[in-house]
């Protein structure tokens, strides 16, 4: 195994704090067991600061050399998603229909196990900053955090995190220049029209026309919005008109989408072209329309040179690593930290057969613990040397 020799007393007791975790699992915003959990495990490894309710039920430990250097954040999530836990375990989820999907749980005890040797040794200057987000789920967590009075002084030199990776060899270690993670928002779009009696469609004004039309026009606009060399989705999620009702000629309508492209400017020439699909349906058929935009995420663009720290660590503590040439469809919403920080995120191999993220036979592998771990402190110990 690749991480040195300290580590392996600690595990047995970070894979008991992962499978506590997964049973206590918490959908976004909603995390005060699991912040619990993690208070009581932060609060006994000592940190200098300890700060709690950081943009929700968010925490951060810093430990602190107390001599001039480097500023690292190191950064997991504290959410699950609403999606059963369909494992065979003794830690299944407690709570019917919320699980840790996304292996954040493997996250908080890598980043734990941070914790714990650093409130042994210090780093050999500057300091270090654990957060553990709310709410990454949602999109929402990471610009709370960020906009809380409590995190307006940190301001990190470097900030860094890692997602595992169902689908990559375990332990390998994935990176990506610029563009890591695609930029996403969902999309609902409200048509208000009038009811009527099924007999009389023409006393009402049902929107099912425009709500038929939206689908399609959404469905095709990156066929004619966007160029070739680039890339972009809009996915319909969800829509409909009325209620089970054969009486009735349906008043409202909805549709819900999904854009995501590779680049923030693109996501914002893609919005506003739904907007006028949207408006254009909405004039024709004279029809009321709300428009809502919820969970953005932006780009997650790594810097390179935070990208070359990591390659480095990487390097000297012998895992394989993989130079990614296209960046991850999924999104992030690391991406906040990495606008405002010099920072990047890095993939960790969770095995090539392993259930994808968000499947709900998916579990975090506990073998991968270790790995992170080391990738963290070689992570600080590099830009010590950097500094
Ligand atoms: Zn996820
Ligand atoms: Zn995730």
């Known amino acids: 195994m690749p991480f040195n020799f300290d580590l392996k007393p600690l595990l047995p007791e970070l894979k008991k704090l992962r499978h506590k975790l997964h049973a206590a699992a918490e959908v976004s915003g909603k995390e005060q067991q699991?912040?619990?959990?993690?208070?009581?495990?932060?609060?006994?490894?000592?940190?200098?600061?300890?700060?709690?309710?950081?943009?929700?039920?968010?925490?951060?430990?810093?430990?602190?050399?107390?001599?001039?250097?480097?500023?690292?954040?190191?950064?997991?999530?504290?959410?699950?998603?609403?999606?059963?836990?369909?494992?065979?375990?003794?830690?299944?989820?407690?709570?019917?229909?919320?699980?840790?999907?996304?292996?954040?749980?493997?996250?908080?005890?890598?980043?734990?196990g941070v914790a714990k040797l650093l409130g042994k040794q210090r780093p050999q200057v500057g300091k270090v900053s654990l957060l553990f987000q709310p709410a990454e789920e949602t999109g929402e967590g990471a610009t709370r955090v960020i906009n809380d009075a409590q995190f307006e002084d940190l301001a990190p030199d470097y900030c860094f995190a890692l997602h595992n990776l169902p689908g990559f060899k375990k332990d390998q270690i994935v990176i990506k220049d610029d563009t890591f993670a695609a930029a996403s928002v969902g999309l609902i779009v409200r048509f208000d029209g009038a009811t009527a009696h099924a007999?009389?469609?023409?006393?009402?004004?049902?929107?099912?026309?425009?709500?038929?039309?939206?689908?399609?026009?959404?469905?095709?606009?990156?066929?004619?919005?966007?160029?070739?060399?680039?890339?972009?989705?809009?996915?319909?999620?969800?829509?409909?008109?009325?209620?089970?009702?054969?009486?009735?000629?349906?008043?409202?309508?909805?549709?819900?989408?999904?854009?995501?492209?590779?680049?923030?400017?693109?996501?914002?020439?893609?919005?506003?072209?739904?907007?006028?699909?949207?408006?254009?349906?909405?004039?024709?058929?004279?029809?009321?329309?709300?428009?809502?935009?919820?969970?953005?995420?932006?780009?997650?663009?790594?810097?390179?040179?935070?990208?070359?720290?990591?390659?480095?660590?990487?390097?000297?503590?012998?895992?394989?690593?993989?130079?990614?040439?296209?960046?991850?469809?999924?999104?992030?919403?690391?991406?906040?930290?990495?606008?405002?920080?010099?920072?990047?995120?890095f993939g960790l191999g969770a095995g090539r057969s392993h259930p994808a993220l968000h499947a709900q036979n998916y579990d975090f592998p506990d073998e991968i613990i270790g790995s992170g771990i080391s990738m963290f402190m070689k992570i600080i110990k590099e830009t010590v040397e950097r500094s």
């Not at 993690?38 to 925490?59: H, M």
């Not at 369909?86 to 749980?105: L, M, P, V």
């Not at 060399?229 to 999904?258: C, D, L, N, W, Y």
């Not at 058929?285 to 660590?313: H, Q, R, Y």
């Open 34 to 112: 699991t912040a619990k959990i993690i208070n009581d495990f932060l609060s006994a490894t000592n940190p200098d600061d300890l700060k709690t309710n950081i943009g929700g039920y968010g925490l951060l430990a810093t430990y602190d050399s107390k001599k001039a250097g480097p500023h690292v954040l190191i950064r997991c999530e504290l959410d699950g998603l609403p999606i059963s836990d369909d494992i065979s375990a003794d830690y299944q989820s407690k709570t019917e229909g919320i699980g840790h999907k996304c292996g954040h749980d493997g996250h908080m005890s890598i980043v734990a």
């Open 199 to 345: 007999a009389h469609p023409e006393e009402g004004n049902s929107p099912a026309l425009a709500v038929a039309q939206t689908i399609q026009s959404f469905s095709a606009a990156p066929q004619f919005r966007v160029p070739l060399e680039k890339s972009a989705k809009v996915t319909v999620i969800h829509a409909g008109v009325g209620e089970r009702a054969f009486g009735t000629s349906p008043g409202q309508g909805t549709v819900m989408a999904t854009l995501r492209t590779y680049d923030d400017e693109l996501l914002a020439k893609l919005k506003d072209h739904c907007i006028r699909i949207a408006k254009g349906y909405a004039d024709t058929f004279d029809l009321g329309l709300d428009v809502e935009w919820v969970e953005e995420f932006p780009a997650t663009v790594n810097n390179n040179e935070a990208v070359k720290v990591i390659e480095s660590a990487a390097d000297k503590i012998d895992l394989e690593i993989n130079q990614k040439k296209e960046p991850f469809s999924w999104s992030e919403d690391f991406g906040h930290f990495t606008k405002e920080y010099k920072g990047a995120m």
